[in-house]
């Protein structure tokens, strides 16, 4: 509550195709939270919970990314636990499971917290690490489960800071845009922003079915979700997951660091607006100073998905490695100790050198010479 607001930074001008039509694109960098994602909020909040108690030894969540992260570094900052455990799909990128395995958030178990099955079950699915995390919380009072997907101080979070935050910085706003997957930034910020400046345009982005990106789900997933999201927003915009990693790395190679969802969020700002200006209705959104403000959400960086960029996106987007074919040979690390001048070499392996002072002489004396062993006689 007392610390600065997040920034919120114009992206350039080079990456909004709309900015002669009067549109200002700024992305709210939720990045810049402790651990460098979205989900620091919700977490904190989840974790005020009173139902957390002495007796509490241990928090469990099904996440394989950003929740857990933020959830093991405010659990240890707010009680001193340690004890944080991740349900994770079976499907998680490696290298993701790396990432969390190198920052010691999680204690890998593996018989117990892989799960096989759908990479993002329902909520109820017995085959899933949701309900499985559930249950565990619910049987085992030293567990504490937050339940990112049914908590409400998940949402709360969002409408406690993220929207007044948003508001305090930009009072001007005129859209404001995020992606959907357990919809607390959505329904947080959203709500907040239809109370406090109803005329505020509310773009909400899900991935095509079956089109996966990261942290998202697409809209019949959210079926069974609770949380007030639809009452949140105006209009959803389906995007794939290639203009999503696409237009991450984009706004990345820019400076602004951010992962696949921020990309998803950002086109399917563009996608709103490239339909509105088709349908000239564009201008109807512009506030009294006649330019129009928009704001999406930067959630986490992409150094987690690496690998998935490289999958997702097609080589001609990355520079060409030139003498690629030097990657598969020569790979000792040379250490200088193992290089001799040759002027110092030769009296090692000529011992008669040693006694010639001119090197013009040298030529001669090599001439007359023998190895100082047979094994340097043989390598020559």
């Known amino acids: 509550d007392k610390q600065p607001p997040l ?14 039509d009067g ?29 957390i108690t002495p007796e509490t030894k241990k928090f469990i969540e099904y996440s394989s990314g950003s929740t857990i992260m933020s959830m093991s570094i405010i659990a240890r ?27 010691e958030l999680i204690q890998f178990r593996i018989d117990r917290l892989l799960f096989s099955g759908p990479s993002q079950p329902e909520l109820d699915d017995p085959r899933g690490g949701i309900l499985r995390a559930q249950r565990e919380g619910e049987e085992d009072k030293s567990v504490y489960n937050p339940n990112q997907y049914e908590n409400e101080l998940n949402w709360h979070a969002h409408y406690k800071w993220t929207g007044p935050q948003i508001l305090r910085q930009m009072p001007h706003l005129n859209i404001f845009c995020a992606g959907i997957g357990t919809s607390g930034t959505m329904a947080g910020t959203g709500l907040y922003l239809k109370q406090h400046k109803p005329d505020v345009f509310r773009v909400g982005v899900n991935n095509i079915h079956f089109d996966l990106v990261p942290g998202i789900r697409s809209l019949p997933q959210m079926e069974p979700v609770k949380f007030p999201w639809r009452d949140a927003v105006d209009t959803i915009e389906g995007v794939g997951s290639f203009d999503s990693f696409r237009l991450s790395m984009e706004l990345s190679r820019e400076g602004l660091l951010c992962g696949p969802s921020s990309g998803l969020s950002l086109q399917g700002l563009l ?5 509105r200006k088709e ?11 006649g330019l ?23 080589a001609s987007l990355f520079p ?21 001048k040759s002027a110092d070499l030769l009296p ?5 050198l040693k006694s010639t002072s001119a090197r013009a002489s040298w030529y001669e004396a090599l001439n007359n010479s023998t190895p100082a062993s047979d094994t340097v006689a043989e390598i020559l």
Not at 7 to 20: A, H, W
Not at 79 to 87: I, K, L, R, S, V
Request: net charge neutral; proline share 7%.
């Open 320 to 340: 060409e490695i030139i003498n690629e074919s030097l990657l598969e040979v020569d790979r000792y690390h040379y250490d200088k100790t193992w290089e001799i």
């Open 279 to 289: 349908q000239n209705s564009l201008d109807s959104l512009a506030g009294k100073d």
């Open 271 to 275: 996608n709103f607006l490239k339909r």
């Open 7 to 20: 920034p919120i930074v114009e992206i350039p001008q080079k990456l909004n195709p709309f900015y002669d």
């Open 23 to 51: 549109v200002r694109i700024y992305g709210k960098l939720l990045t810049n939270l402790p651990a460098k994602n979205v989900k620091s909020l919700p977490v904190l909040s989840m974790l005020s919970s009173p139902k």
């Open 292 to 314: 129009i403000h928009a704001v999406f959400i930067c959630c986490d960086l992409p150094h987690q998905y690496l690998q998935e960029y490289y999958e997702n996106l097609p």
């Open 77 to 103: 900052i707010l009680y001193g636990n340690e004890n944080t455990h991740a349900y994770l799909s079976n499907k998680a990128d490696p290298n993701k499971i790396r990432f969390l395995r190198f920052f």
């Open 348 to 352: 090692r392996i000529y011992p008669a």
